[in-house]
Nanobody, 123 residues
């Protein structure tokens, strides 16, 4: 069964850090582009905010560039999102998603989605 499971969300103060994990099962992430998306309360889904391509190159949206870092550990079949200098506007449910077709991830229509993990940035 193909599955993506996010973890690592929680409550953090402004300026703090969190690391999200996206663990894949049922398929190997080696040949997949992985995108992170987020949806804030009352807003449309945003993203991809960052992408880890199968060739290990990365992409970041302007909203997270310089603060977020995406990485992958293929041995663990897991992708990570390190989030630093968090702001209240980063509060959202964060989703990872995967597709062998990079264009699908860039277009926001990847084939596999995780269930999401809540990140709340508040003092």
């Amino acid at each position: 069964q193909v599955q993506l499971v996010e973890s690592g969300g929680g409550l953090v103060q402004p300026g703090g850090s969190l690391r999200l994990s996206c663990a894949a099962s049922g398929f190997s992430l080696d040949y997949y582009a992985i995108g992170w998306f987020r949806q804030a309360p009352g807003k449309e889904r945003e993203g991809p905010i960052c992408i880890s391509r199968s060739n290990r190159s990365t992409y970041y949206s302007d909203s997270v560039k310089g603060r977020f870092t995406v990485s992958r550990d293929n041995a663990k079949n897991t992708v990570y999102l390190q989030m630093n200098t968090l702001k209240p506007e980063d509060t959202a449910v964060y989703y990872c998603a995967a597709d062998r077709n990079l264009r699908a991830v860039l277009s926001g229509v990847p084939g596999y989605w995780g269930q999401g993990t809540q990140v709340t940035v508040s003092s």
